[in-house]
């Protein structure tokens, strides 16, 4: 029971915290207020309040007139590559093939290359490269393409000689695609015979190996145009005789026939001896997608594989074909072709009365043998096997031989497609393949290229190869009007199986040195960042090509995932036409449903638009400055002047978006003039606290002021390239104008920038929302803000400090300083009563596309998170609503194990802290060991600060932290009777929504054997 001199002395103590809080406020407001000229801004927009117009978002009409936009660049793509099949077909069909062939052609690693002598070598010579930044800065030739011919393959073999010499006929229509549409980037051909076509002409390096293990006819989207999705059950053989190097070699060639399928096709693995053995023991009689998680853990397991007993192998045929037959009535597999690979060191016998039972006399079920070692006492069995199921028949010796055994069956299964003539066009995920150099992820566009030669044979019609046309991710997000989606709304779009093409959540890469894939980074489900939608209404609805509208509440991260934001989210979606992939807006409720149109003269906005503190977001597009070679050099502010001064421009722009960038300018002009006349007057900001002032609108026009030259900023990177969340881009405003825009009007936001390696800047951001109106529907027209130094920052604090009694502060309460910590990391007692005092609340959160470290060597357990949303900032003397603060020490750093790491996905769960806005001030107090102890808190008025000041007797230091650390999910259930449940084999029978490829080529009656 406290005494009544406790109660007065806390109470004092309330009101003396309470003094310094409002000083401390008072003073930042003022500072914050008088340089960034948040005044003024509001007062010029609010002249404007009775002349401009609002108008609500139409969601639905806004994604449709974004399909539309999309589909015009997909159909483009789908024209280049078609022209470029039509030329393949007619230049093979004109070509005479010649075993003596003698050509030499530009080898994509010997270009530029010269001998001791320093003469050119074969087929290398003098090629041409010039940098291009249409190209990702690479040097590259836009007159000629190059040819890539795998390692493992020789450079001037017959039929890679013939294959180039025709293919050189692709040059002229490269070329000629890429002057009808600027926008292009690259073009190839991939060869059934092996090489790779690409344009423009690139220089390869091999790795430090002297190798380039690239092979365009493994690659996923080779083998996507060249075959019909696939059911394929893989038989592997264990008996004794398989023991050793043929059980090596059968791993291998198991692994490599997992790395021909697609996110279209289905699997299963059975391991056969006298018994059978499902690989996966949970997948027993079904078949599961081909997508790159499934594939990995089936490899996971091959290692598991141990020969003994013996074969028994029409057991483990007719639980194949049991397998497909129930998945083809049940429609649950690719409902296309189907197969069963065959990997075993010999057969007894034929086995005939197995296929007249389940495979005769259709032969829908194609066998593909693989005969491991280099005995053929059995092969004759194994042949006949293949050409009466109209398969293929394989040995594989060696584990070299492995690769370009298993791709014979891909040419096998083109057939039916070969024999349609069947031109079918199909579109991948968005990817990165080694061929694309530097480039981004994106989708591709592949069509088949058949000879036409063979028309009289059909049933050995041949694929000559894949051409296809990558199609930059950054083309279709300019078709995104981001001006009309508000300061928290974006676009997105997926694939038929649900997989990310765009969205703001994608994270495809991760830095460690550089930036590098994740290993899942293509086929990242839409469910994983949309996770609120726990009964993937959103998805399902989408996957299958429907129009509509779906809401729900949502939680939003910002600034790496330290700060979390709940809002309402209005969903619009809808299919692009003549392709899988389907797109989505999402609006959030409030201000950003709400845009507003006003006017100005086009000679006034064009004034002060081209004034030199004036800049329009790179990523956004007021003018299309790619589809015309001589718009290239335009920047934006000139493309405008064209487009708006012109009779016939030729350019295509938003003239909506361009006509409220002109008022922006117009109104934001003051500004300028305002900021000058503070930094000219010499007794203002003497001391250079202020560095930078700062605005930006709702139409990405930002505009800034330097108080100190730029050699003196401490923070040298904001509002540059560099600054990835500071800037407006093309899927999110920047950091500053998101976070302050949900703040109550008149209020600043206060936040320290860190690097991407944790340090922080030194400096201090504050920023404000500028309001047209006094309602929740007001669009937030735009946020101002400056950048001020952090030593600056603190000296105002301990300024306001001398306004409270210091002796009694002294003498009970101690002041802490720490810096890149969540505040209950140090003081873990304090945040504990905060959160059962209900002043902060807890919000668990998901991460589907983390990444852990897994030790070299270790157990599955054996994991770190690496650097997965954890909050950054903090200091126990300031925090902010989501419990960050500011802290003037430096970086506390954590050591690291010397290990050899290798990065695997995982999957996190993760707090976050916001607080409850209604509570401005309390006092609590923690029983650390029977010691009690006092803490206050109060918010600092018009800001998203608290201060918080703790009494000095106790050690509380045993009470466990508070932390924001992800936690790894496990989907592991414990033992039930004699099986093991495991969460994540449910996660691997579980299918979600796909929608099939329209377009299937199982079997053709004129295919007769192999």
Same mark, same amino acid.
């Given at each position: 029971?406290?005494?009544?001199?406790?109660?007065?002395?806390?109470?004092? %103590?309330?009101?003396?915290?309470?003094?310094?809080?409002?000083?401390?406020?008072?003073?930042?407001?003022?500072?914050?207020?008088?340089?960034?000229?948040?005044?003024?801004?509001?007062?010029?927009?609010?002249?404007?309040?009775?002349?401009?117009?609002?108008?609500?978002?139409?969601?639905?009409?806004?994604?449709?007139?974004?399909?539309?936009?999309? &589909?015009?660049?997909?159909?483009?793509?789908? &024209?280049?590559?078609?022209?470029?099949?039509?030329?393949?077909?007619?230049?093979?069909? /004109?070509?005479?093939?010649?075993?003596?062939?003698?050509?030499?052609?530009?080898?994509?690693?010997?270009?530029?290359?010269?001998?001791?002598?320093?003469?050119?070598?074969?087929?290398?010579?003098? *090629?041409?490269?010039?940098?291009?930044?249409?190209?990702?800065?690479?040097?590259?030739? =836009?007159?000629?393409?190059?040819?890539?011919?795998?390692?493992?393959?020789?450079?001037?073999?017959?039929?890679?000689?013939?294959?180039?010499?025709?293919?050189?006929?692709?040059?002229?229509?490269?070329?000629?695609?890429?002057?009808?549409?600027?926008? =292009?980037?690259?073009?190839?051909?991939?060869?059934?015979?092996?090489?790779?076509?690409?344009?423009?002409?690139?220089?390869?390096?091999?790795?430090?190996?002297?190798?380039?293990?690239?092979?365009?006819?493994?690659?996923?989207?080779?083998?996507?145009?060249?075959?019909?999705?696939?059911?394929?059950?893989?038989?592997?053989?264990?008996?004794?005789?398989?023991?050793?190097?043929?059980?090596?070699?059968?791993? /291998?060639?198991?692994?490599?026939?997992?790395?021909?399928?697609?996110?279209?096709?289905?699997?299963?693995?059975?391991?056969?001896?006298?018994?059978?053995?499902?690989?996966?023991?949970? $997948?027993?009689?079904?078949?599961?997608?081909?997508?790159? %998680?499934?594939?990995?853990?089936?490899?996971?397991?091959?290692?598991?594989?141990?020969?003994?007993?013996?074969?028994?192998?029409?057991?483990?045929?007719?639980?194949?074909?049991?397998?497909?037959?129930?998945?083809?009535?049940?429609?649950?597999?690719?409902?296309?072709?189907?197969?069963?690979? $065959?990997?075993?060191?010999?057969?007894?016998?034929?086995?005939?009365?197995?296929?007249?039972?389940?495979?005769?006399?259709?032969?829908?079920?194609?066998?593909?043998?693989?005969?491991?070692?280099?005995?053929?006492?059995?092969?004759?069995?194994?042949?006949?096997?293949?050409?009466?199921?109209?398969?293929? *028949?394989?040995?594989?010796?060696?584990?070299?031989?492995?690769?370009?055994?298993?791709?014979?069956?891909?040419?096998?299964?083109?057939?039916?497609?070969?024999?349609?003539?069947?031109?079918?066009?199909?579109?991948?995920?968005?990817?990165?393949?080694?061929?694309?150099?530097?480039?981004?992820?994106?989708?591709?566009?592949?069509?088949?290229?058949?000879?036409?030669?063979?028309?009289?044979?059909?049933?050995?019609?041949?694929?000559?190869?894949?051409?296809?046309?990558?199609?930059?991710?950054?083309?279709?997000?300019?078709?995104?009007?981001?001006?009309?989606?508000?300061?928290?709304?974006?676009?997105?779009?997926?694939?038929?199986?649900?997989?990310?093409?765009?969205?703001?959540? $994608?994270?495809?890469?991760?830095?460690?040195?550089?930036?590098?894939?994740?290993?899942?980074?293509?086929?990242?489900?839409?469910?994983?960042?949309?996770?609120?939608?726990?009964?993937?209404?959103?998805? %399902?609805?989408?996957?299958?090509?429907?129009?509509?509208?779906?809401?729900?509440?949502?939680?939003?991260?910002?600034?790496?995932?330290?700060?979390?934001?709940?809002?309402?989210?209005?969903?619009?979606?809808?299919?692009?036409?003549?392709?899988?992939?389907?797109?989505?807006?999402?609006?959030?409720?409030?201000?950003?449903?709400?845009?507003?149109?006003?006017?100005?003269?086009?000679?006034?906005?064009?004034?002060? #638009?081209? /004034?030199?503190?004036?800049? #329009?977001?790179?990523?956004?597009?007021?003018?299309?400055?790619?589809?015309?070679?001589?718009?290239?050099?335009?920047?934006?502010?000139?493309?405008?002047? #064209?487009?708006?001064?012109?009779?016939?421009?030729?350019?295509?722009?938003?003239?909506?978006?361009?006509?409220?960038?002109?008022?922006?300018?117009?109104?934001?002009?003051? #500004?300028?003039?305002?900021?000058?006349?503070?930094?000219?007057?010499?007794?203002?900001?003497?001391?250079?606290?202020?560095?930078?002032?700062?605005?930006?609108?709702?139409?990405?026009?930002?505009?800034?002021?330097?108080?100190?030259?730029?050699?003196?900023?401490?923070?040298?990177?904001?509002?540059?390239?560099?600054?990835?969340?500071?800037?407006?881009?093309?899927?999110?405003?920047? $950091?500053?104008?998101?976070?302050?825009?949900?703040?109550?009007?008149?209020?600043?936001?206060?936040?320290?920038?860190?690097?991407?390696?944790?340090?922080?800047?030194?400096?201090?951001?504050?920023?404000? !929302?500028?309001?047209?109106?006094?309602?929740?529907?007001?669009?937030?027209?735009?946020?101002?803000?400056?950048?001020?130094?952090?030593? *600056?920052?603190?000296?105002?604090?301990?300024?306001?400090?001398?306004?409270?009694?210091?002796?009694?502060?002294?003498?009970?309460?101690?002041?802490?300083?720490?810096?890149?910590?969540?505040?209950?990391?140090?003081?873990?007692?304090?945040?504990?009563?905060?959160?059962?005092?209900?002043?902060?609340?807890?919000?668990?959160?998901?991460?589907?596309?983390?990444?852990?470290?897994?030790? !070299?060597?270790?157990?599955?357990?054996?994991?770190?998170?690496?650097?997965?949303?954890?909050?950054?900032?903090?200091?126990?003397?300031?925090?902010?609503?989501? !419990?960050?603060?500011?802290?003037?020490?430096?970086?506390?750093?954590?050591?690291?194990?010397?290990?050899?790491?290798?990065?695997?996905?995982?999957?996190?769960?993760?707090?976050?802290?916001?607080?409850?806005?209604?509570?401005?001030?309390?006092?609590?107090? %923690?029983?650390?060991?029977?010691?009690?102890?006092?803490?206050?808190?109060?918010?600092?008025?018009?800001?998203?600060?608290?201060?918080?000041?703790?009494?000095?007797?106790?050690?509380?230091?045993?009470?466990?932290?508070?932390?924001?650390?992800?936690?790894?999910?496990?989907?592991?259930?414990?033992?039930?009777?004699?099986?093991?449940?495991?969460?994540?084999?449910?996660?691997?029978?579980?299918?979600?929504?796909?929608?099939?490829?329209?377009?299937?080529?199982?079997?053709?009656?004129?295919?007769?054997?192999?």
């Amino acid at each position: 029971k406290r005494s009544p001199d406790n109660c007065c002395c806390i109470y004092s %103590t309330n009101i003396q915290v309470k003094l310094w809080a409002s000083a401390f406020g008072g003073e930042i407001k003022s500072i914050a207020s008088k340089y960034s000229g948040s005044q003024l801004l509001q007062k010029k927009y609010k002249e404007y309040e009775k002349s401009v117009r609002i108008e609500e978002i139409d969601g639905a009409k806004l994604v449709k007139n974004l399909a539309q936009n999309m &589909e015009e660049i997909f159909r483009k793509k789908a &024209e280049a590559t078609r022209r470029l099949v039509e030329a393949a077909e007619e230049a093979h069909l /004109q070509h005479e093939e010649n075993p003596d062939l003698q050509y030499e052609y530009f080898n994509a690693v010997l270009i530029n290359e010269v001998d001791e002598d320093g003469n050119s070598v074969e087929l290398g010579g003098e *090629f041409l490269l010039e940098p291009n930044d249409h190209f990702n800065n690479l040097s590259v030739n =836009l007159s000629l393409s190059v040819v890539q011919v795998p390692t493992n393959m020789y450079n001037k073999d017959p039929d890679i000689v013939n294959g180039v010499y025709w293919s050189e006929a692709l040059n002229k229509v490269f070329v000629d695609n890429f002057k009808r549409d600027p926008t =292009l980037i690259w073009q190839y051909f991939g060869s059934a015979k092996g090489f790779f076509r690409q344009y423009p002409g690139v220089k390869w390096h091999p790795d430090d190996h002297g190798v380039i293990a690239f092979d365009c006819r493994n690659r996923k989207w080779y083998i996507q145009a060249a075959t019909s999705p696939k059911d394929v059950v893989i038989l592997v053989d264990v008996s004794g005789s398989m023991k050793g190097l043929r059980l090596t070699i059968a791993r /291998q060639t198991v692994a490599s026939i997992l790395d021909t399928l697609g996110d279209d096709d289905f699997f299963n693995i059975i391991a056969y001896n006298q018994e059978i053995h499902y690989v996966e023991p949970c $997948l027993n009689g079904t078949l599961v997608q081909a997508d790159s %998680t499934n594939k990995d853990h089936f490899k996971e397991h091959l290692d598991k594989l141990f020969a003994k007993g013996i074969g028994l192998l029409g057991n483990a045929l007719t639980e194949a074909f049991t397998i497909l037959n129930e998945i083809n009535q049940t429609g649950r597999g690719s409902s296309c072709s189907q197969a069963i690979m $065959l990997i075993t060191d010999g057969a007894t016998e034929m086995y005939d009365d197995v296929f007249a039972k389940y495979n005769w006399p259709e032969r829908k079920v194609r066998i593909f043998p693989y005969l491991i070692g280099r005995e053929s006492a059995f092969a004759d069995n194994l042949k006949w096997m293949a050409c009466a199921n109209k398969g293929y *028949f394989s040995q594989i010796s060696t584990l070299a031989d492995v690769q370009e055994n298993v791709m014979r069956y891909l040419h096998v299964m083109s057939r039916p497609k070969v024999i349609d003539h069947e031109h079918d066009t199909v579109w991948t995920e968005a990817y990165v393949d080694s061929a694309s150099i530097g480039a981004r992820p994106s989708p591709t566009v592949l069509v088949p290229v058949c000879s036409t030669e063979y028309e009289t044979v059909r049933s050995v019609c041949i694929l000559l190869g894949v051409v296809g046309t990558d199609i930059p991710i950054q083309e279709l997000m300019k078709t995104i009007p981001k001006h009309k989606l508000g300061i928290h709304g974006y676009a997105f779009a997926i694939t038929n199986n649900g997989y990310i093409l765009t969205h703001p959540d $994608l994270r495809p890469m991760y830095q460690e040195g550089q930036k590098r894939k994740k290993p899942s980074y293509s086929s990242v489900d839409l469910s994983e960042v949309e996770w609120e939608d726990t009964e993937d209404v959103l998805r %399902t609805a989408m996957v299958n090509r429907r129009t509509g509208t779906f809401s729900m509440e949502v939680k939003r991260t910002v600034d790496k995932g330290k700060r979390v934001l709940t809002m309402h989210n209005d969903y619009y979606y809808t299919d692009i036409k003549g392709t899988p992939f389907s797109v989505g807006v999402a609006l959030s409720r409030g201000h950003g449903k709400y845009f507003f149109k006003g006017n100005v003269s086009l000679e006034a906005g064009l004034h002060d #638009l081209e /004034q030199p503190d004036v800049a #329009l977001a790179d990523e956004w597009t007021y003018c299309n400055t790619d589809e015309h070679h001589d718009h290239r050099h335009l920047t934006q502010v000139q493309a405008i002047r #064209l487009y708006m001064t012109s009779r016939k421009p030729h350019l295509k722009c938003d003239r909506e978006l361009i006509q409220q960038v002109l008022f922006d300018a117009v109104v934001t002009a003051p #500004l300028e003039a305002y900021w000058t006349g503070l930094a000219l007057n010499k007794s203002e900001n003497s001391d250079k606290g202020v560095e930078i002032a700062f605005l930006g609108t709702r139409t990405g026009l930002s505009r800034t002021n330097l108080f100190v030259v730029p050699e003196q900023l401490t923070n040298q990177d904001f509002l540059t390239a560099e600054d990835k969340e500071g800037v407006f881009n093309a899927d999110h405003f920047p $950091l500053w104008y998101k976070r302050a825009a949900e703040q109550v009007a008149g209020t600043f936001v206060y936040s320290i920038p860190f690097s991407s390696g944790g340090e922080n800047k030194s400096v201090v951001l504050a920023s404000t !929302a500028i309001q047209l109106l006094d309602d929740r529907k007001s669009p937030i027209v735009a946020a101002v803000g400056i950048q001020m130094k952090l030593e *600056f920052f603190q000296r105002k604090f301990w300024t306001a400090s001398r306004q409270v009694n210091q002796s009694l502060l002294n003498h009970l309460f101690k002041l802490l300083f720490y810096t890149n910590l969540f505040f209950g990391e140090v003081e873990g007692a304090v945040m504990n009563k905060l959160l059962l005092m209900g002043s902060f609340k807890k919000i668990n959160l998901y991460d589907y596309q983390a990444l852990c470290k897994e030790f !070299a060597g270790s157990s599955d357990s054996a994991r770190t998170l690496l650097d997965v949303s954890t909050l950054a900032i903090i200091c126990a003397v300031v925090l902010d609503f989501s !419990a960050s603060g500011f802290c003037f020490l430096s970086p506390m750093t954590r050591s690291q194990r010397a290990q050899r790491t290798m990065m695997v996905p995982c999957d996190t769960e993760y707090p976050a802290f916001v607080s409850e806005r209604t509570i401005k001030e309390t006092t609590g107090n %923690t029983d650390c060991g029977g010691c009690i102890r006092t803490f206050v808190i109060q918010q600092i008025p018009s800001s998203n600060l608290f201060m918080v000041v703790v009494e000095n007797k106790c050690d509380c230091s045993s009470t466990l932290p508070v932390t924001m650390e992800p936690i790894e999910i496990i989907y592991i259930l414990f033992y039930k009777i004699k099986h093991l449940l495991s969460l994540k084999c449910d996660r691997l029978k579980f299918q979600k929504d796909r929608r099939r490829p329209q377009s299937c080529h199982p079997f053709h009656p004129e295919v007769h054997n192999a």
